[in-house]
Antibody, heavy 121, light 110 residues
Framework: QLQLQESGPGLVKPSETLSLTCAVSGGSISSSSYYWGWIRQPPGKGLEWVGSIYFSGSTYYNPSLRSRVTISVDTSKNQFSLKLSSVTATDTAVYYC?????????????WGQGTLVTVSS | QSVLTQPPSVSAAPGQKVTISCSGSSSNIGDNYVSWYQQLPGTAPKLLIYENNDRPSGIPDRFSGSKSGTSATLGITGLQTGDEADYYCGARDSSLSAYVFGTGTKVTVL
């Protein structure tokens, strides 16, 4: 059974860089059938797609976040990472990592449990 | 800044049926498959429907999906208290080269 687990600091200061990692187990991140993505959810609000990456390194980012987001993949460790720079309080959210299935209508079929990141001094 | 529009809430009595609409445009729903996600309180979203109307293994047939033009609909029949959750539609957007979500709908079982 595929599992995704987010990790990283739960508290980040304004103007600094948020960094999270998603460890994938029970399957290979190098599969050609999937992208790997980040989704966030501010407290009490809806879901927002942050971006996705393919095992080759190709990335797709939310246009509204593109200037601040970097997603990378480490196939040797079977994990991928998110960096969001110049954070403000509006970046406070639960961050989820998920698998995006290319050949099933681009659905997000497996999700991590999520990790809350608070931006505060 | 959700691109897909859903009603904020729907409700019905146990055993009844609810439908949730998801309205988009030609670049997302009109051009790509729609998925639906269920988010129970305090948990991560879970895939409920993919490719407009297919259910992953383990999802009961009380949940169904459909799509017409630039809109999609999720139906839940035989409503149960355990179905109380937030539901989101999602789809690729060909113009944005992005994945977009709906605004979300809270289902309440009366």
């Amino acid at each position: 059974q595929l599992q995704l687990q987010e990790s990283g600091p739960g508290l980040v200061k304004p103007s600094e860089t948020l960094s999270l990692t998603c460890a994938v187990s029970g399957g290979s991140i190098s599969s050609s059938s999937y992208y790997w993505g980040w989704i966030r959810q501010p407290p009490g609000k809806g879901l927002e797609w942050v971006g996705s990456i393919y095992f080759s390194g190709s990335t797709y980012y939310n246009p509204s976040l593109r200037s601040r987001v970097t997603i990378s993949v480490d196939t040797s460790k079977n994990q991928f990472s998110l960096k969001l720079s110049s954070v403000t309080a509006t970046d406070t959210a639960v961050y989820y990592c998920a698998r995006l299935a290319k050949y099933s209508g681009s659905c997000l079929d497996y999700w991590g449990q999520g990790t809350l990141v608070t931006v505060s001094s | 800044q959700s691109v897909l529009t859903q009603p904020p809430s729907v409700s019905a009595a146990p055993g009844q049926k609810v439908t949730i609409s998801c309205s988009g445009s030609s670049s997302n729903i009109g051009d790509n498959y729609v998925s639906w996600y269920q988010q129970l309180p305090g948990t991560a979203p879970k895939l409920l429907i993919y490719e407009n109307n297919d259910r992953p293994s383990g999802i009961p047939d009380r949940f169904s999906g459909s799509k017409s033009g630039t809109s999609a609909t999720l139906g839940i029949t035989g409503l149960q208290t355990g179905d109380e959750a937030d539901y989101y539609c999602g789809a690729r957007d060909s113009s944005l080269s992005a994945y977009v979500f709906g605004t979300g709908t809270k289902v309440t079982v009366l």
